[in-house]
């Protein structure tokens, strides 16, 4: 989970869908938390969607503004954690650099907060023309 690669990022009009795909190395321990973060010009990073999981019992947490558009999924390769964000009904207000950010273990704060995590990605950025 330490070294993380996005991908994925694009233009797309508004209402158009995208996918982005985070890869890393599979993760040594059974508890984790991995999600998508993302930062606008001139504003600050937020959460946008993550998994928890525990001995392979996954729970997925939305940020208010991207649930029922956005779903987040991992694949679980022989060495390699794929992580993805479908990005649906794509709004201009979607538009910014989304990164990709891991830790092991749980935080109390719950995972989209970047605090959470202690590993992040270099980002992809996405653009939205209406």
């Known amino acids: 989970l330490v070294q993380l690669v996005e991908s994925g990022g694009g233009s797309v009009q508004a209402g158009g869908s995208l996918r982005l795909s985070c890869t890393t190395d599979?993760?040594?321990?059974?508890?984790?938390?991995i999600g998508w973060f993302r930062q606008a010009p001139g504003k600050e990073r937020e959460g946008v969607a993550c998994i928890y999981t525990d001995t392979g019992d996954d729970r997925t947490y939305y940020a208010d503004s991207v649930k029922g558009r956005f779903t987040i999924s991992q694949d679980n390769a022989k060495n390699t954690l794929t992580l993805y964000l479908q990005m649906d009904s794509l709004k201009p207000e979607d538009a910014a650099t989304y990164y990709c950010?891991?830790?092991?273990?749980?935080?109390?704060?719950?995972?989209?907060?970047?605090?959470?995590?202690?590993?992040w990605g270099k980002g992809t950025l996405v653009t939205i023309s209406s």
């Open positions: 599979r993760s040594t321990e059974d508890e984790y938390l």
């Open positions: 950010a891991s830790r092991y273990g749980w935080y109390v704060g719950g995972c989209l907060s970047q605090d959470a995590m202690s590993y």
